[in-house]
């Protein structure tokens, strides 16, 4: 059978069965049985009593069915997947503890006399808890949980309460550690460490974009963000500025006391000279004045400048962003510092979750097995949408679909940033319908190879991706696509995460009504890189 029958079946099938609710890994892997059948023993589909008389029949393990088995195992048991329970692990533990809570109020405490300061809190808290763990789900839950039942209280027009805490939730997709990022990387055999340092800046970008939207709707429309009444314990703006400096001169101080420590421990036990030339970074006899200089200029802004008692209460005000910041310069020191990959920095991050709940007082057997049986559920459903999508992506890879998909689009003719154009469309109608697992496994074998052929300097407007830089762009392109997916009606599923906490007068449809600001932020986010993908490299 040819190629495009098989992928006219295979989309209409495809469709079909996502209609009537079957699970997308057992639809996918189902697909997968049938693309083969249909291209190298379509005699079973008229016959099936010549079953072992086929390629495919008659030496079980062999030719096709090898091929796709070895992808499924090599795939299964790439060392860097283990890096997902543990990510998932890691935010089951903060979701159930009192780590989040406590930053959210700190973060409060300094934004309370700002206009729409709870939606902008609500959207700091989202970019540093998705720097401490990249999952979607549990962000969204926790924010539901926190923000809105106070921003409601407070009078917030109830559309803006809802696509801030999405929108925001959402943000784990783009900003590193992302699984989103992860499964790309591994699916495309591309650095994921050079994929996290890509999507720092559109991360960081489109999280901007949110409270810059924040910040211009509650200025012009103050109705939909009424400032709270004025507590009397609540410090003049001026004192609190000075508080927020000396917490800041704390906490540089004690960072740089730590680099101090780090860099004497490698210079003394020799680590620099043993690195052949590469050694750690901020961590050589070079960087040691300096970070001794910090520290004490940080240390005389505490005691000669702001005052014992000032820099005391500037602390017990901010502490509760201390455990976050501990957490993330884990998580992400380890992996830019050298010291570990992925998967180990996800261990780190996790085991340092654990520890500073347990310091807290909050560390529970419940709190362990609750998380652990969370992480169970999730990665369960992860590895299966993993193996029925990868089934169906190398199943229809051997039967020659990419390249058939690729002629079809590159033998139109268009421009470059039309066929990209047209990926983005067809990425977005997917992500309405379908799981981000699903779509990496997917699409995106079919599309990168297209996207590697096209040529380099049609791609974008202004500057010029560098030929090596080609996958990574689009691993970030493909992540903010699936940042809108969330949001997407009919089944995006931020809305359904919400709507799982949110008062019982809260539809869904009310729910996606205060997604439309945010999608056009999200989109005006992806266009910036389609017309400059070269802002992907600037920390590169």
């Excluded at 559109?202 to 109705?223: D, Q, W």
């Excluded at 910090?294 to 201390?322: C, E, H, N, P, Q």
């Amino acid at each position: 059978m040819d190629i495009g029958t098989i992928s006219l079946v295979l989309m209409l099938a495809l469709i079909a069965l996502l209609a009537i609710g079957m699970p997308l890994g057992f639809a996918s892997a189902s697909l997968a049985v049938l693309v083969l059948v249909m291209k190298f023993e379509p005699t079973l589909l008229l016959n099936p009593f010549t079953f072992g008389d086929g390629m495919l029949t008659s030496r079980p393990g062999t030719g096709p069915l090898y091929i796709l088995a070895q992808k499924i195992y090599g795939l299964l048991t790439d060392y860097v997947l283990i890096s997902i329970p543990l990510f998932i692990f890691m935010a089951s533990l903060l979701e159930r503890s009192g780590i989040a809570k406590d930053m959210y109020s700190s973060l409060n405490i300094w934004l309370s006399r700002t206009r729409g300061g709870i939606a902008i809190v609500t959207s700091i808290m989202a970019v540093i808890m998705a720097a401490m763990s990249g999952i979607i789900g549990g962000e969204v839950v926790l924010l539901g949980l926190i923000a809105l039942p106070q921003m409601l209280r407070l009078g917030y027009n109830q559309n803006l309460a809802i696509g801030v805490i999405c929108a925001s939730g959402s943000l784990g997709t783009m900003i590193p550690p992302s699984i989103v990022l992860i499964i790309y990387g591994l699916i495309t055999e591309t650095s994921i460490k050079a994929l996290f340092t890509a999507s720092f800046i559109p991360g960081f970008m489109l999280a901007s974009m949110f409270i810059l939207y924040i910040i211009v709707r509650t200025t012009l429309r103050p109705e939909d963000a009424p400032l709270p009444e004025p507590d009397p314990n609540d410090p003049p703006r001026k004192e609190k500025r000075l508080l927020f400096a000396a917490f800041m001169s704390i906490v540089i101080a004690g960072f740089c006391t730590f680099l101090f420590l780090r860099a004497m421990f490698f210079e003394l036990s020799g680590s620099n000279a043993a690195s052949d030339g590469d050694p750690a970074r901020l961590g050589t006899a070079a960087h040691m004045p300096w970070l001794a200089g910090i520290t004490i200029g940080a240390l005389i802004l505490i005691y000669f400048v702001f005052g014992k008692d000032r820099s005391k209460l500037g602390w017990d005000m901010g502490k509760g962003l201390v455990a976050p910041m501990v957490v993330i310069g884990v998580v992400m020191g380890s992996i830019y510092g050298g010291i570990t990959g992925i998967t180990e920095a996800a261990g780190m991050g996790a085991a340092a979750v654990l520890v500073i709940a347990i310091l807290r007082g909050e560390g529970s057997f419940e709190l362990v097995w609750e998380s652990l049986m969370r992480t169970l559920r999730s990665t369960g459903t992860i590895i299966w949408v993993t193996i029925g999508a990868a089934s169906l992506a190398g199943a229809y890879t051997i039967a020659g679909g990419p390249q058939y998909v690729a002629d079809l689009i590159v033998g139109k003719d268009l421009p470059t940033m039309m066929v990209i154009l047209t990926m983005m469309v067809i990425l977005l109608f997917m992500g309405a319908f379908m799981d981000w697992v699903g779509i990496v496994l997917l699409i995106i074998p079919v599309f990168l190879p297209i996207v590697l052929r096209l040529p380099i300097d049609e791609i974008g407007f202004i500057g010029q991706l560098e030929p090596s830089h080609v996958a990574i762009w689009f691993g970030v392109v493909f992540c903010m696509n699936m940042q809108v997916s969330f949001l997407s009606p009919p089944f995006g599923p931020a809305a359904f995460y919400l709507k799982s906490v949110a008062p019982p007068h809260i539809s869904l449809t009310d729910i996606f009504k205060g997604f439309l600001p945010f999608i056009g932020i999200q989109l005006v986010a992806l266009s910036v890189l389609l017309i400059w993908p070269n802002i992907i490299a600037l920390l590169l």
